[in-house]
Structures are given as structure tokens and as C-alpha cells.
């Protein structure tokens, strides 16, 4: 206890606040930018904390990472484009939203969201590390790719109208993502001549691709811009006492969402990604009205803002504790850590406790700078976003994806690709195949690959591999889980109809 | 012009096809590798005979590409694949002012009459904007944007 008020008291100095709310400004616009992920915001930055002390260079990447988890919000809400894989869901609700002029209680709401899934994921991480530690050591190649048949079963929420479109574009978005050298095998596939696509469909770039063409495509036919121009009223005055209030008052949603990102986060390789997502869905299953996701509601966007969130210090968890990155940030967190001889373990939290609660502490203080900073920046680029004539939105927006996708791996294929999906995406929303699960099929792809080949390499002495799937007690909760969240659509209909059978009665007596 | 189709049966024969050809090139790919899009494609192939099926029993019909201008949808298309190839041949500048100037010009056409010195005055603006964009990523972060025959 001790140790946490030093570190907490040696986090007031003036450049401490300095990088916290310098980091998260310069996460936020990050994540804002389709194409910048966390991770490469972090890696830009790396090179600057080379020349400073441990905690200042820690307190600076934790406040990058957390701005930019959060900055993503700001794209799907306001471009219907996902800034970073963690903000998915977050343009499910945020977009439509922004369409019907409610943009400023979106980005009230998402900032709100953000900074309460930040702090219980600190929160979490100061109490829970150890137990937490040791559930994600459990997690073996069946658990894995059970985890990934979950998701793909979220599919069924994801899909509008059809469950078994959104199956088949799940399906895509898998096969998709096996396109390049195989994770086990190492053979090359479905490359179809084309030796460019040895390195695989990367997810960010058919992300990109699968939400931004369709919807520039979409502007340059109806011949305007997306959002609704609506004037700063005085409606707009007091929306974040507003938004907090109505935040706040759905307790049961933001637990949830909270529990979701830090299991998600515990399990290397998840995510935001995979956790956003996750939160969304079992909103929309728990709510009492399901028919309005998808429609602009608070709901689903608070779910997915608050899960996301919660990974930030979530995945630290696996790191601080095993030395294990959860997420691709914090690859280069280790990288710090490492760099100024610091190793992950108990050490870490005992020897060089000081420092290590003062970086988790300073994650909790850059949740809360996302406040005042989210909601200066968010204006702003909604005032930007606004102003902008559609006939220099549709090709501005064009530039930046086309940057952005450059950028991750510096290359022109990959600009090719994003484009191509982004075309064959309209094509195929016009036929009912939405955009949604052909990208988390692709992030889930690569996930249940890896976990069904290794269980059935495991199962190779047995005369049935496939029942290694099967096993472990863990799997079999998993799939259970699976089951209920695929049978879902058809139990909540024979609710309903058993409900409506049984009131019509009441009604009759 | 507008057609009203079965987007199920569209859909389905879509899935198809698209597991066909995947179907096919996967021969001669050794076990471990083809392991898991083996499992993939004949899941692949019964959702979409299912949607086929659920096509003839309770179809969902729509008028495809029915709304906005289907012109505009082309040209913006074009214009983006256009962009793309001529990155790589004159470079990422020139080609980017070009590419948005003739984007924006185009579509501005559909709400309004644009007159030369506007467009020369547009032409600024993005070469402005392209300029800082390129600045930023080339300087600031290391990212070396492709050059061409030009920059």
C-alpha cells in the first residue's frame, strides 16, 4: 500500500502531466487516422523514449496506446471507419448516430465509455494480475480455437437480416485470411499466380478496404456527404452531463462489457479486436430492445468503447506478470521494459515496484485525460468532418486510406488489395453479404487455424485427433458457450413467442 | 435501369464460386496446410447451398444498385484504381494532386458549376494538402512513399 501512494505521489510533476496528456493527444489522433494503428503509434515514439527515464518513457507509450484504443472511435463514428480492429462494433452504433445529427452524444458517450473501460482495466490490473495470470496459462491450442468458433457464432448478431449470409461471409473472411504461407504447414496457398500474395491478406488492410470503399462509393453516388449538418444548438450545450449521466445509468452494461475486455485481454493473441466485439454482442443479447442495434443506441456503443478500453491495461497483465504481449502494443512495451533491463515477473513488482505501479497509475490518469482532450479533439474533427464539402471529403478520406494502408508494410500491393475488397465489399453488400463478418472472420481465421492444427497434431497418436477439441474442461465451456451464442437468434424468438403465448392467456382469463 | 433479383439465390451461387476456385487451388498442398481451409471450404459450400435453397422457399428480393447514381459509383471507382497504378508510375505526389483534383472537380459537377480559376484555386488547395500529408509521413514517420518517375 505503501508503494502504490509513492508511486502514485511521484506521478505529480509537470512533465509527467505533460506526457499524459501529450501522449494521449498524439494516440488520439492516431487512432483516428484509418490505416495508424496503436502499435505503430507506439513504435514512432519508441525512439524518443531512448532518452528518457524508465517511468517518463513508460507513462508516455501507456498514454500513446490508451489515446489511440480510444481515438479509433472517432473514424467509426464519424466515417463509419474503424480508426483501429478495436473499434468495430464501435461504428456499428457511432455511425448511424452521426448520420441522424446525434455525433457530439456519440463521441460524449464513447469518451465516457473509453475513460471507465481505462480506469477498471487499471483497476484490474492492480488487484487481479496474478489469478488472472495464471487462467491465461490454461488457454491451449482447443481453447483457442474454440475461442475463435465463439466468435464466429457473434456472427449471427452481426449480419443484418440474414444469419446465414453472415455465416458465409464469416466464411469468406476465414478463407480469406489463408491466403499466404500456412502457420503450420509453411506451404504457400491460394496465391492464384500472384507472388505478392505470399504475405497474406493483411487484417487492417482488408479493414480498411471492407468499411471505407463501399461508404466513399456510397457519398459519390447520392451525391453528399454522409452526416447530417446540424448546427451547434443549444441541445448540443451540457450533452457530456448529458451522455455521463445516461452512461452511468446502465451499470449492468458497462460490468459486463468491463469483464469481457479483461478476459479477452488476459488471452494473448485476442485483443481489442476480438473483446469489442465480444461486448457488443452480448449487449445486444442482454437488452430489452435487440431491434435497435444497429440503428445508432447507446447500448452497443458503450459496450464496445468500455471493453476496448479495458484491454489497454488488460493485455498488461500477461505481459507484467509472464513477459507474454497480449497485443501488438505491448510487443513494444516490452521492448522498454527490456531495454532498461527490467524483466517481467514477480521482480517487476517487488524490486522495481515504484516504477511498475507508477506506469500502471499513469494509465489510469491518461483514461481520465481522454476526457478534456477527447472532447476538445472530438469537436474539432466533427466541426472539420462537417465543414468539409462531400466533393473534398470523398477524396480526402481516399488519401488517407490509401497513406494509411501504404504505410503498414510499405507497400503498393497492399494498397491494391484494400481496394479490390473495398469493390468486391459494395458488390457483395448489395447482395445482402455485409462487410462486418467477412473482417472478424479474417481476424478470427488465422486464431482457429493455428489452435484445430495443433490440436489434431496433438491428437495424432489417438485414433480420433479430433476429440483433443474436445477434452479439456475449459473447451467444454467454451463450447457451450458456442452452442447457446449460436442457437441464440432461435432462442430469443421462441422466448418471445412462449411470452407473447403466455400474456395472450393472462389477457384471455 | 434497376432489376429486381433473388439475392438469395445470388448470394448462394456467389458462395459457390468462390469455394470452387479455392476448392481448386488447393490441390496439391500437403496436409497440414490444407487441413483447416479443407474444413472451411465444405462448411463454405453447404451455407451457400443452404442460402440456395432458402432462395426457392422464401426468397428475398431487392433491386440491386438501385439507389443514388450508378455513373458517379463508376467514375469514383476508376478514378481510385487510376490513382492507384499511377502512384507507382510517376510517383506518389503528383499522381495523389492529380487523382483528387480530377475527384473532386468531378463530383463537385453533380452539385454545382465549377469555373476555371475556382478549379485552379481547388488545385492549390490540394497540392497544399497532398504536400503536408506527404511531409508528415516521409519525415516525421520514415514511411518512404513510392517516387515514380516523378515524386
Known sequence: ?509 | MTRNVNTDVVGGLIGLAVTAIFWFSLKGIGRLSSMFPNALLLIMAAISAAIIIKGFIQPERRDLFAEGDRPRVVVTACTLFSWLFAISWIGFYVASVAAFSFLAYYLARARRRVGILTFVGWVLIIAGEVGILYLIFTRFLYVPLPQGILF
Not at chain 1, 490454461?138 to 443484418?160: C, D, Q
Not at chain 1, 451499470?251 to 488471452?267: K, Q, Y
Not at chain 1, 476538445?376 to 488519401?399: D, E, H, M, N, S
Open chain 1, 1 to 509: 500500500m505503501e508503494l502504490l501512494q509513492k508511486a502514485f505521489f511521484q506521478l505529480f510533476h509537470p512533465i509527467v502531466v505533460l506526457l499524459i496528456f501529450g501522449g494521449v493527444t498524439a494516440g488520439l489522433f492516431a487512432g483516428a487516422m484509418p490505416g495508424l494503428t496503436a502499435a505503430m503509434a507506439l513504435a514512432v515514439l519508441l525512439p524518443f523514449t531512448f532518452t528518457m527515464t524508465p517511468l517518463h518513457g513508460l507513462v508516455a507509450l501507456g498514454a500513446v496506446y490508451m489515446g489511440a484504443i480510444y481515438g479509433g472511435a472517432f473514424a467509426a463514428i464519424l466515417i463509419n471507419t474503424p480508426g483501429t480492429p478495436s473499434s468495430i462494433a464501435t461504428a456499428f452504433e457511432g455511425y448511424p448516430m452521426a448520420r441522424s445529427g446525434r455525433a457530439i452524444e456519440a463521441i460524449s458517450a464513447a469518451t465516457i465509455a473509453s475513460a471507465i473501460g481505462g480506469l477498471v482495466g487499471v483497476g484490474f490490473l492492480l488487484v487481479l494480475s496474478p489469478p488472472l495470470a495464471q487462467l491465461s496459462l490454461r488457454f491451449g491450442p482447443a481453447e483457442y480455437f474454440w475461442v475463435a468458433m465463439l466468435g464466429l457464432t457473434l456472427i449471427a448478431s452481426l449480419a443484418e437480416g440474414s444469419l446465414l449470409k453472415g455465416l458465409l461471409g464469416g466464411s469468406m473472411g476465414m478463407l480469406l485470411g489463408t491466403i499466404g504461407v500456412s502457420p503450420i504447414g509453411g506451404e504457400t496457398r491460394f496465391t492464384f499466380g500472384f507472388p505478392v500474395l505470399q504475405g497474406g491478406v493483411e487484417m487492417i488492410v482488408a479493414l480498411i478496404g471492407l468499411f471505407v470503399i463501399p461508404e466513399l462509393f456510397s457519398m459519390a453516388a447520392h451525391g453528399k456527404a454522409a452526416l447530417a449538418e446540424v448546427t451547434m444548438s443549444s441541445r448540443e450545450r451540457g450533452t457530456f452531463v448529458r451522455m455521463l449521466k445516461t452512461v452511468l445509468s446502465m451499470p449492468g452494461n458497462l460490468i459486463r462489457s468491463c469483464l469481457i475486455g479483461e478476459i479477452v485481454a488476459i488471452i494473448p493473441g485476442a485483443g481489442g479486436s476480438i473483446a469489442n466485439l465480444v461486448a457488443y454482442n452480448e449487449a445486444k443479447r442482454a437488452s430489452r430492445h435487440p431491434e435497435r442495434f444497429g440503428k445508432g443506441t447507446l447500448e452497443g456503443l458503450v459496450a464496445s468503447e468500455s471493453s476496448n478500453n479495458v484491454t489497454v491495461a488488460g493485455s498488461m497483465v500477461p505481459l507484467l506478470t509472464l513477459g507474454v504481449p497480449g497485443a501488438p502494443p505491448d510487443a513494444v512495451i516490452l521492448g522498454v521494459l527490456l531495454l532498461h533491463g527490467l524483466r517481467p515477473g514477480l521482480e517487476l513488482f517487488t524490486t522495481s515496484g515504484l516504477l511498475t505501479y507508477g506506469f500502471i497509475i499513469s494509465m489510469g490518469l491518461a483514461a481520465l485525460a481522454m476526457m478534456p482532450v477527447g472532447m476538445l479533439g472530438g469537436r474539432l474533427i466533427y466541426k472539420v468532418i462537417l465543414k468539409t464539402p462531400y466533393y473534398f471529403l470523398v477524396p480526402t478520406i481516399a488519401l488517407v486510406t490509401i497513406l494509411g494502408t501504404f504505410a503498414l508494410r510499405n507497400s503498393i500491393t497492399d494498397v491494391g488489395i484494400m481496394l479490390v475488397l473495398g469493390t468486391v465489399g459494395y458488390l457483395l453488400k448489395e447482395v445482402g453479404i455485409a462487410s462486418a463478418p467477412i473482417v472478424l472472420g479474417l481476424i478470427l481465421g488465422v486464431i482457429g487455424e493455428v489452435g484445430f492444427v495443433q490440436s489434431m497434431l496433438r491428437g495424432a497418436a489417438s485414433p480420433y485427433p479430433i476429440v483433443k477439441l474436445f477434452e479439456n474442461p475449459l473447451s467444454k465451456v467454451l463450447i457451450a458457450l458456442t452452442l447457446v451464442s449460436a442457437g441464440w437468434p432461435y432462442i430469443s424468438i421462441w422466448v418471445k413467442r412462449w411470452r407473447a403465448r403466455g400474456s395472450a392467456q393472462g389477457g384471455d382469463v
